[in-house]
Each structure stands twice: as structure tokens, then as C-alpha cells.
């Protein structure tokens, strides 16, 4: 896992903003391989997801071979939680993020080391789950109360839009993207929301599958991405289209030096990404002061 | 750490007209360190650019108001992005709360939360715990150099007794902090960690040196420095069950160890000198006889 740090505060003087405009125009306009209108892309997400919800999750385990699990482990554990904490998890609709965060502030081990101060600061943890599609956050409720967290106060399910979020600024401590990134039409929005959500201190962490650039490997892999998957998509959840869509929208997507700066250029410091499984995954991290 | 280094090059700027050759030695071999360290961690994000940093940008740029009219040497070394001094004053808050809650993320948690800054922060040390401990550190040396440069009272004072009293003051600053000091060693300790901890106490055993006086510039050089290093580490641990009124049977250690050291200097040198004359000796007494037998 490399760990690179890359913090550019400053916008390139050599006409950063025409090739910055260009490449979130080709982002805002692209689903997967083919060109679609703008106000278009939104709608084919939804149906996209719509789709898949039912089964997003197993889905998940069969294409990353349950690796997704580790992932989101290391997201969550780069993400520190603490009891208290107002955290927002955009696009995380079945809850995968925040049934993990809700855990770490729960656990017994923490809860043996505190004070008796910090029992009630636990009872102020706020896990705001947003995600535009009521599909994906019905599934995550259903989940949440197997888990018998469904009475619990600390998880709130909200639907919303991670370009136009209603939460207040500066209100959060701690915002996670886990695998939505890609799917959104004007990704400099979102940056700029998240940026706008945060507290002074707050910390910006995405999770997303990004460019693999080692040679053997990245063959390998794109092998995978393009005979594998749609055919898994096809014979699991008899949606092709779908998982061509998935694997399309990765490719479309910055790569990881190009959203690092994306990041910064919302307003971020200490912009950072790490490769996991050699690039087939990145984690994006940024401080808001 | 880094800023100390930057503040140790200007006191080595200063320091060079004052002390003449002796500075000059000690800080080649220690510079390479601090500015290989210091490129393998962090892509400066100053030293990037087009100097040309823009006051149009001042609301999300990293450029501390202090630089805008430094001289450009002083400015490349002493970067200081706006997310770092956050760092440092939720680290400096957090000291005050080491007492409480040990050398742990809720002590740095407390800290954030009395600077004023969301305790999400906290996950963006990179070794959180370590983090403080190497803060408090580099904090220690900084005020030891700040009390060696003011210090009249080291003139007076014999080497031996010198190193005493350094080390005797730098130990202090810990004293505070003693209760929950086990717990920092054992961060220092810890493989992801030694490093760095090793590093700090490499700079502050030369420091010491430097300020007692110390013109060694070959293998002797290692030498010191490692002795004082077991002497520092020895005198580190004793006192952390000392119960003694103001840690006196601390010092009393300190004393007595430094003696030794000097003392066990002073007999390898007498048993070199021995070694040499009965050498002497020996191959004039036995050139005598080899010259005998071979006249015969």
C-alpha cells in the first residue's frame, strides 16, 4: 500500500481551468463509456442503483471477493472515531461505513478505558447516513434493525443529494464517501459541499476504486473488470447493464493524482490518497482548517 | 522535529560566528539526517511552486503571514502550512492534559477540543500516540537549547560536571509528566516507532555534547555519543521509581554514573599507555635477544 502525499494549495498557473472544466464537463456527461446529457446522468444513476439495491451488498462480496469488507475496515479505522462525533456518510446508503463507526464508538474495550464523563458524549454520537436513492437506505434500515440498531438514536438515515446536502456548515466532524464518488454528476460539488459541512478540523476521507498502473496487474485486472463482472452481474442479479456500467465508471474516473488536487482546490490541506490492492482501491483523505 | 531543525540552522548561522570550527563539526553529519528525513516524508508543499505564492489565495493557502517578507532561504525551510500549526497548538493543548488521561488519543481528543478544533484531527497524526510523545520531545530539546544558550552557569563547570547538569535539566522537564512516563517509553520502543525516537535521542545526546564542550571529530565522536546515550537512558529509567523529595537520589545516580564514564575514560587510556610502554618494552627487550642469537 503506497502512501503518497500530495498537498497543492494553489491552482496551476497554466490554465488550470480549462483543463479542470473539461475533465469534470467530460465527468458530468459521461455514464460509464457512452455520453449522455447532464441533467440525463442523475436519472440513469438512480435507476442504476434502484436496480442493484437488492443485491448491492452481495454483489460487493462476489466482485472484490469480500475484500470490500477490508476496505471499508481501513477507511473507518483511518477515520479515527470518537465518541461524540457528528459524522456524515454520503452515498452510503446500505450502511456499510457507519454500522463500523458505530461500532468503534460502542465497543466495550473503549468504554472500559473512559470516564464516566465520556459515557455521556456517547450517548451525542450522530451517524447521519445520506444517500439520494430511498432503495439503497431502505435496504440499510432493514440491515439496522437485524442488527438491532434499529431503535438507536445514533444513526440517522437522511435521504438527500451529495451536490446539495441540508445539513448546516460547519456541523460535522468527520464526512466519508465510500464508492459514491464516481457516480455523481459534478464531483467538484460535492467537494465543495463537504467542504462546506465540516468543522474546523474535520476530516474529508473517500473511498473509491481508482487506476491501477502496475503492468502485469493492470491487465489482469481489466480482464477481470470487463469479461468477469458483467457476466457475475448477468448470472447474480440478472442486471449486465448495471455492472457494465460499474466498471465503465471507473475508468472514467480522475485518477488519483488528479483528484487529490481536485480535492485540495475545494479548500482541503494535508491532501493525501493510499493505494490498496495496488490501486484497484484508493483512500483520499483531507483536513479542513 | 522539523522545526527544529529549521531552528537549529539558524542558531548554527549564529552559532558559527561564536564558536568558531567546533559547531561546523557537529552539524554535517546531523544535517543529511534532518534534510533526508524531512524530503522521504513530506512533499513540501511550499518548495513546489512558483515561489510565487499569492496573497489572492490567502484564504485556503499554506502560507503563514510571517513568510511574506522572510529572505528565501528562511522561507524554504521554514514552511509552515496552516493544517501543521494547528497540529502543534492541539499538540501543545494536549500536554497540559497528559497528566489525566496518559500519553493516549483522548488525551489529544481533549486537546483538539480545547483548542477549538473538531477532534477528527486527531486521525490525521500519523502515529497518534507517538505523535505527542515525539511533540513533547522535540519540545524538551528546543527548550534545552533555549536554556544552553542563555545558560552563563555552564562556563564555570568542568566537563564531567557540565554533562551532569544538562542532563539534570533536561530530565526535569520530564519530571511533571513522570507518572505516565512508562507508558511514553514504551511508544518510543515500539518497531514503527524507533526511528524517529531514535533519531531524538541521537540530537539530544549531540546537543549535550556540543554544549559541554566536546571537539571529537573521529571514532571518539560515536563513542561519546553512546555512552551518554546508556547514561541519559540509565538515569531515565532510574528515576522513574525514585521517590525521592525532588528526585535527589536521581541526580546522586546521574553523578555517580558520569563519573564512572570519565573515570573508565581515564583508566582505557592509562591501560593504552600501559599497553604501549610494556609493548615498548617487550620488543626492545625482545629485539635484544633476537639480535643476540642472531650475532651468534
Known amino acids: 500500500m503506497a502512501l503518497r502525499l500530495v498537498t497543492r494549495n494553489l491552482r496551476n498557473r497554466i490554465s488550470p481551468k480549462l483543463c479542470s472544466a473539461s475533465l469534470l464537463h467530460s465527468h458530468a456527461t459521461s455514464f460509464g463509456f457512452k455520453e449522455v446529457r447532464e441533467e440525463e446522468k442523475s436519472q440513469m444513476v438512480g435507476k442504476v442503483f434502484s436496480n442493484v439495491a437488492s443485491n448491492y451488498d452481495l454483489m460487493n462480496d462476489f466482485m472484490s471477493a469480500g475484500l470490500h469488507r477490508l476496505w471499508k475496515d481501513r477507511l473507518v479505522s483511518e477515520l479515527s472515531p470518537f465518541p461524540g462525533m457528528k459524522h456524515l456518510d454520503v452515498a452510503g446508503g446500505t450502511g456499510d461505513v457507519a454500522f463500523r463507526i458505530l461500532e468503534i464508538v460502542n465497543s466495550i474495550r473503549r468504554r472500559a478505558l473512559q470516564d464516566p464523563i465520556n459515557d455521556d458524549l456517547q450517548e451525542e454520537t450522530r451517524i447521519y447516513v445520506c444517500d439520494i436513492n430511498q432503495n439503497m437506505l431502505n435496504i440499510g434500515k432493514n440491515r439496522a434493525i437485524e442488527r438491532g440498531l434499529g431503535e438507536a438514536k445514533s444513526l440517522v438515515w437522511v435521504q438527500g443529494d451529495a451536490e446539495a446536502l441540508s445539513f448546516e456548515d460547519n456541523s460535522m466532524d468527520g464526512y466519508t464517501i465510500a464508492f459514491g464518488i464516481r457516480n455523481v454528476t459534478h464531483i467538484e460539488k460535492v467537494l465543495t459541499e463537504a467542504y462546506r459541512v465540516l468543522k474546523r478540523g474535520g476530516r474529508f476521507l473517500c473511498l473509491e476504486l481508482s487506476h491501477v498502473e502496475i503492468p502485469v496487474f493492470k491487465e489482469l485486472y481489466d480482464i477481470y473488470s470487463f469479461s468477469v463482472i458483467p457476466r457475475l452481474g448477468e448470472v447474480v442479479a440478472g442486471d449486465r447493464e448495471s455492472y457494465q456500467y460499474l466498471v465503465e465508471s471507473i475508468r472514467r474516473f480522475p485518477p488519483q493524482e488528479k483528484f487529490a488536487s481536485m480535492i485540495a482546490d475545494a479548500g482541503f490541506q494535508k491532501v493525501k490518497y493510499e493505494n490498496l490492492v495496488g490501486g484497484v482501491v484508493a483512500i483520499h483523505s483531507g483536513i479542513k482548517i | ?296
Not at chain 2, 542563555?150 to 526535569?172: A, F, H, Y
Not at chain 2, 526511528?195 to 563513542?223: C, N
Not at chain 2, 555519543?225 to 525514585?242: H, K, N, P, V
Not at chain 2, 573508565?264 to 615498548?280: P, R
Open chain 2, 1 to 296: 522535529m522539523y522545526r527544529m531543525a529549521a531552528n537549529r540552522f539558524l542558531h548554527h548561522a549564529s552559532l558559527v560566528k561564536n564558536s568558531g570550527g567546533s559547531s561546523l563539526l557537529r552539524f554535517p553529519i546531523l544535517r543529511t539526517v534532518i534534510t533526508s528525513s524531512w524530503f522521504s516524508t513530506y512533499a513540501d508543499p511550499q518548495t513546489f511552486p512558483n515561489q510565487t505564492l499569492h496573497p489572492s489565495d490567502s484564504s485556503t493557502s499554506s502560507s503563514s503571514p510571517t513568510t511574506a517578507g522572510d529572505d528565501p532561504r528562511q522561507r524554504r525551510k521554514n514552511p509552515r502550512a496552516e493544517y501543521e500549526e494547528e497540529q502543534d497548538h492541539v499538540l501543545q493543548a494536549s500536554l497540559r492534559h497528559v497528566i489525566r488521561f496518559g500519553w493516549s488519543e483522548e488525551t489529544m481528543i481533549a486537546g483538539a477540543k480545547e483548542v477549538g478544533v473538531s477532534p477528527s484531527i486527531v486521525g490525521s497524526f500519523p502515529r497518534k500516540e507517538a505523535a505527542l510523545v515525539e511533540f513533547f520531545m522535540d519540545d524538551c530539546l528546543q527548550r534545552l537549547i533555549d536554556r544552553i544558550d542563555s545558560g552563563e552557569e555552564l562556563r564555570q563547570l568542568i566537563p564531567s560536571q557540565r554533562i551532569s547538569k544538562l542532563v539534570r535539566i533536561r530530565l526535569e522537564m520530564q519530571a511533571p509528566y513522570i507518572s505516565k512516563w512508562p507508558q511514553a517509553l514504551s511508544f518510543q520502543a515500539h518497531p514503527l516507532n524507533v526511528p524517529t525516537s531514535f533519531k531524538q535521542r541521537a540530537m539530544l545526546v549531540d546537543e549535550i555534547w556540543h554544549a559541554a564542550g566536546d571537539e571529537a571529530s573521529d571514532i571518539d565522536w560515536y563513542v561519546k555519543r553512546t555512552f551518554l546515550g546508556g547514561i541519559y537512558s540509565a538515569t531515565e529509567i532510574y528515576m522513574l521509581t525514585d521517590r525521592s523529595p525532588e528526585f535527589r537520589d536521581t541526580w546522586l545516580f546521574l553523578d555517580d554514573r558520569v563519573k564512572d564514564a570519565f573515570d573508565l575514560k581515564k583508566t582505557l587510556q592509562e591501560a593504552t599507555y600501559l599497553a604501549e610502554a610494556v609493548g615498548a618494552g617487550m620488543g626492545s627487550s625482545l629485539q635484544g635477544f633476537v639480535g643476540k642469537v642472531f650475532q651468534r
